[in-house]
T-cell receptor, first 112, second 112 residues
Framework: QQQVKQSPQSLIVQKGGIPIINCAYE??????FPWYQQFPGKGPALLIA?????SEKKEGRFTISFNKSAKQFSLHIMDSQPGDSATYFC???????????FGSGTQLTVLP | NAGVTQTPKFRILKIGQSMTLQCTQD?????MYWYRQDPGMGLKLIYY???????DKGEVPNGYNVSRSTTEDFPLRLELAAPSQTSVYFC???????????FGQGTRLTVV
């Protein structure tokens, strides 16, 4: 019940396109859902996060959509740029120690 | 602030050797974590700590040990290195009151 499933594994879009990355979770005790962005040779960095009492959150060009009943959430990147090319991880956390359970990652390539 | 600092950045170990991966943070964060990242697998939690003197196992603790004698430092010990421990290791920290986790740059370990 600790799994977070992420798709697709890789994604290629043209500049200006809107890549969408999807995640699904099983454990309803998760109460915080962040997305992390990772560039090669770097550690993951928090991009945007949402709590399950909110259905959508926007920060700049990044939007999380959250469907509590379906136990799914997704990341949309508006007007994608080549600089957005990176690996994106969804995650979920619960409990007092806030341990993160990560999805398997999506390698995004934005073509110029 | 340097954030989360990990040393070394790269290391090659022979089977059966031991080593300690160092992690220190200067943000006065209560919580610290060790994750390993294998290709296509996302990040898996090895150990975590909610404060000095308190540690607990994560999802994949076998073959590792940790200690937390100070708020700042959270070293990860590999006692008898095995090829299965070839991975990229990330240390992270967060505040008790805020769930965002900050990651170090990682240590790439190869066991041959």
């Amino acid at each position: 019940q600790q799994q977070v499933k992420q798709s697709p594994q890789s994604l290629i879009v043209q500049k200006g396109g809107i890549p969408i990355i999807n995640c699904a979770y099983e454990n309803t005790a998760f109460d915080y859902f962040p997305w992390y962005q990772q560039f090669p040779g770097k550690g993951p960095a928090l991009l945007i996060a949402i709590r399950p009492d909110v259905s959508e959150k926007k920060e700049g060009r990044f939007t999380i959509s959250f469907n509590k009943s379906a136990k799914q959430f997704s990341l949309h990147i508006m007007d994608s740029q080549p600089g957005d090319s990176a690996t994106y991880f969804c995650a979920a956390s619960r409990g007092s120690a806030r341990q993160l359970t990560f999805g398997s990652g999506t390698q995004l390539t934005v073509l110029p | 602030n340097a954030g989360v600092t990990q040393t070394p950045k790269f290391r090659i170990l022979k089977i059966g050797q031991s080593m300690t991966l160092q992690c220190t943070q200067d943000m006065n964060h209560n919580y610290m974590y060790w994750y390993r990242q294998d290709p296509g697998m996302g990040l898996k939690l090895i150990y975590y700590s909610v404060g000095a003197g308190i540690t607990d196992k994560g999802e994949v603790p076998n073959g590792y040990n940790v200690s937390r004698s100070t708020t700042e430092d959270f070293p990860l010990r590999l006692e008898l290195a095995a090829p299965s421990q070839t991975s990229v290791y990330f240390c992270a920290s967060s505040l008790r009151s805020f769930p965002e986790a900050f990651f170090g740059q990682g240590t790439r370990l190869t066991v041959v």
